[in-house]
């Protein structure tokens, strides 16, 4: 027993004396060994930037393409109620276009208002400025406007379905860059067309490049920041891109129509839209080997199994009725403006101009609240139904012209909150539930934005016309504030929150496609880096419930 002992003995030891001699040596040169392990951390921080810079650069690409897509699709606003003007031929509309057009007066509201009340348009005019008469249609010429200006996503509405499971055939950056080349070619025939035809079937074949660009965009950004609350900033910031395109068009086009021509504002954006896809191609070779070997994705979820999911239908239902009020106030609020305010021309022009600033405030905020709180996304999103149905209630019992936009700016801020919270939550739904291949759950996305443009140009006029714009802004009020508590459906989905989807899980199993395989690749050079990874939620003591949920489901 006493040898026993003394060999059992032994090595914990030397044991002993190898971390004793390891202690001394340390406090001995400590800058020494600081030296020593200093480059470590920039090995590692070199081997992992390549990746992170070309997400960098895929994430602007995405940002750019869906920037260019609502630019073009606001940019015509204030340009295409005149150009029709000056081809109906009539005398006023030969005036030169610096008379014809006030850079002040070029809200999607006011060009839109031409298809919200007929019996408006001589009044809409006004009679300090003569020369504005022939921006505003006859009524013939009224349903052609609106139905021009609902085109886009009318067509945008009919290709989705057919957009979300292409995409998740052959990925992401293919579609990406078919939408840019789509997108590009309906900007030069915008520049180039002489007659409604032409202006109709470019405004159409931007619905179709835009049902590619926008759910592959956003869909190649839920796959490169799959983790949390990384990938809610990204999204974050192409909404805030989208925001900013929708600002910016009216008067980028406005201004350069003024003094450079119908032409150029188009020219200029078919020339970004070129260069964006150009560096699609630098950055994302879509045609090399490697991206040939993305065929072998996984089968995505078919997009009619998605939409009778429960809690995407949840979502798709919130992001259409979030977005109704707005997309049924732009044609209609400048009449309105005009008859109960007797609001300005510049008054109605900038309306809409201080919305931008709370809509970015409200992607921020969510973005730092789901970084802290990311169980809470339900309750972010049903906050903002409620801040968008008491805003569209209190549209028409606003009497003067500052009330009006401290309104607008909390639709625009209760928008935000809805689009940044839900967004990230359907790819969590996909991850959770379904197969992580994104393009079909996002085109239901886009179709749920559709909808409302679609219905908003066409639909909302005519309401204004037999029910009037009061009773419209309350019905649209109260039903996001019936939609709210819907969302306490999803208040159990957030439990499952563990892991942002089933590549953190079964582990044991064997990756299935290369989909998989590169998923669980980066999963292990990440470990094996030991990179900080996204901070732990409320809820991490449901691992247990959360693995046997998936595998049962």
Known sequence: MEAARLTSGAPCQLCAEIQAE????????????TRRRAPLPSRRRGGADPPRRKRRLVLVIVCVALLLDNMLYMVIVPIVPDYIAQMRGSSDSATPSTESWTPTALPPTLANASMANTSA?????GPAWPALRPRYPTESEDMKIGVLFASKAILQLLVNPLSGPFIDRISYDVPLLI????????????????????????????????????????????????????????????????????????????????????????????????????????????????????????????????????????????????????????????TWMKHTLAASEWEMGLVWLPAFVPHVLGVYLIVRLEARYPHLQWLYSALGLAVIGASSCLVPACRSFSPLVVTLCGLCFGIALVDTSLLPTLAFLVDVRHVSVYGSVYAIADISYS???????????????????????????????????VLLLLRNVCLLKRSSSEREVLLDEPPQGLYDAVRLHERTAQSEDREPSSPPGPFDGCEDDYNYYYTRS
């Open 22 to 33: 390891a202690e001394i040596s340390s406090r001995a040169a400590p800058s020494s060994g």
């Open 451 to 485: 909808v409302a443009y679609a219905l908003g140009p066409i639909v909302a006029g005519h309401i204004v016309h037999s029910l009037g714009f009061e009773k419209l802004s309350l019905g649209m009020g109260l039903a996001n504030l019936l939609y709210a508590p």
């Open 179 to 334: 939408g840019l080349g789509v997108m590009f070619s309906s900007t030069v025939l915008f520049a180039f067309a002489e007659d409604y035809a032409m202006l109709f079937a470019a405004r159409s074949l931007q619905g179709l490049g835009s049902a590619f660009a926008y759910a592959s965009g956003i869909a190649m950004i839920a796959d490169k920041y799959p983790e949390e609350p990384e990938r809610s900033r990204a999204l974050g910031l192409a909404l805030a891109f989208i925001s900013f395109g929708s600002l910016v068009a009216p008067p980028f086009g406005g201004i350069l129509y003024e003094f450079a021509g119908k032409r150029v504002p188009f020219l200029v954006l078919a020339a970004v839209s070129l260069l964006d896809a150009l560096l699609l191609l630098v950055v994302a070779k879509p045609f090399s080997a490697e991206a040939r070997a993305r065929a072998n994705l996984p089968v995505g979820t078919p997009i009619h199994r998605l939409m009778m999911d429960p809690y995407i239908a949840v979502v798709a239902g919130a992001l259409t009725t979030c977005n109704i009020p707005l997309a049924f106030l732009e044609p209609t609020i400048a």
């Open 121 to 125: 348009l001589p009044t809409a005019a």
